[in-house]
C-alpha cells in the first residue's frame, strides 16, 4: 500500500510541476512587431527581422526578460539617447540571445554570441555605440552576420 501511495505521490507531482511549466509559457509575454529591421551581410545577403523597439529606459531595463521564447526572425531592437558604452545581462531571460551592438551609423561593431540564459554576467560592448540587437542565441553564425555588416531600420 504504501508503495502505491509514494507512486500515486510521484505521479501528482510530475503532473504538478509539468502543468506550472506549461503555465509558464501561456503566460510569457507575447511579441509584438514595430519595426522590420534589416542586416546586409559581407555576401549582401538581405537578413529581415521583425523587431520590438526599446526606447524607454523602463523598455531597456526589461529587454527580453520574462520571455521563453522567440522565433528565428523575432529581435529586440534597443535605440538608446547616447552613443556610449553600453552593458547588458540576462538576468530573467530564459532563452539565449545573440548581442549585436551597432554604432550611430549603422553599423555593426560587435557581436556577443549566445549569451547564457539567467546569467548577472555583465555583458559590455567594446566601444560606444547607440543600437543594441537581440536576437535568438545562435542566429548569428547560422546567417553569418559579421561586424561591419551594415542594419537598416525600417518603421
Known sequence: MQKYLNLLSLLFLIILFGCKQDKNLESSIPFKKEATLEIINSQQDTLRFDV???TTA????QGLMNRYTIEENQGMLFIFNNNIQ?????????ISLDIIFIDKNFKIIQIYENAFPLSEETILSDSPCKYVLEIKGG?????????????????
Open 58 to 61: 523602463y523598455q531597456q531595463a
Open 139 to 155: 542566429l548569428s553564425s547560422k546567417f553569418n552576420i559579421k561586424a561591419n555588416d551594415i542594419v537598416k531600420l525600417i518603421r
Open 86 to 94: 553600453q552593458s547588458f545581462w540576462m538576468k530573467n531571460t530564459y
Open 52 to 54: 520590438e523597439l526599446a
